[in-house]
């Protein structure tokens, strides 16, 4: 069968996914896939966990980005309370069959590295797996390369005072490395590019009728001496 094409988005809005879990259920396929799934938990399916237990293994990534007001700016549209409440229904569903692995995952940008900490600490407590390894890098003003220098040295200041308390996750450890070798990373085009973070959300804020001070103070103090 062929897949059609479809546009980004969460695999919950997308009926391509549901489409292709059937399919693959009445060919009898499901037993020997492994399936790997997204969701910025939106949206709550109740049919899920059971379309899930029909396959060998299913890894679900709940992507979080940040902390209440913070992640309901960075994924505009986003209700922080809905996000927590849906996050608890499929942990309650997804717990009950041992082929699902459930993990909140964030992606790194220039809004959310330096509070990174502050993410793991939350959903740590809450005794839920939670990881990062992807940095985005599509363009500049998502890209932590181009940060102010100042932003950079608080953001390293901040994360490796936080390390301690991850001495037993060498995961996160060795990801943290990465990102803080990746982020001193000095791009060819910096001088020039350099502001484009700011530019962005001063734009977004015209555009949303936000204000990115209000949800990102420590942020917004260190861009103001930048």
Do not use: C
Not at 30 to 47: A, F, R, S, V
Not at 212 to 222: K, R
Request: charged share 25%; aromatic share 12%.
């Amino acid at each position: 069968w062929r897949i059609p094409q479809t546009k980004n988005g969460d695999a919950q809005t997308i009926t391509l996914s549901e489409d292709a879990m059937t399919i693959l259920e009445a060919r009898r396929l499901t037993t020997n896939q492994k399936l790997q799934i997204h969701t910025n938990g939106t949206i709550y399916d109740p049919k899920l966990s059971s379309m899930f237990a029909k396959f060998k293994e299913v890894e679900v990534a709940y992507s979080i980005d940040a902390i209440g007001k913070k992640n309901d700016y960075i994924r505009s549209g986003s209700d922080w309370s809905t996000v927590i409440e849906n996050l608890n229904f499929y942990r309650d569903d997804f717990y009950k069959h041992a082929n699902i692995k459930f993990t909140v995952r964030s992606t790194v940008t220039p809004l959310n590295v330096l509070y990174l900490d502050e993410t793991h600490e939350y959903f740590s407590s809450k005794d839920f797996t939670i990881d990062f390894g992807n940095v985005v890098t599509d363009h500049p003003y998502n890209n932590v390369q181009y940060l102010p220098k100042n932003i950079k040295l608080e953001t390293e200041k901040k994360l490796k005072k936080y390390q301690p308390i991850l001495k037993n996750n060498r995961k996160w450890l060795q990801n943290l490395d990465h990102l803080l070798n990746f982020m001193h990373h000095i791009p060819a085009n910096y001088k020039l590019l350099q502001n484009s973070f700011i530019q962005r959300n001063n734009r977004m804020d015209q555009i949303r009728k936000e204000k990115f001070s209000e949800i990102f103070p420590e942020m917004h103090q260190l861009l103001s001496h930048s």
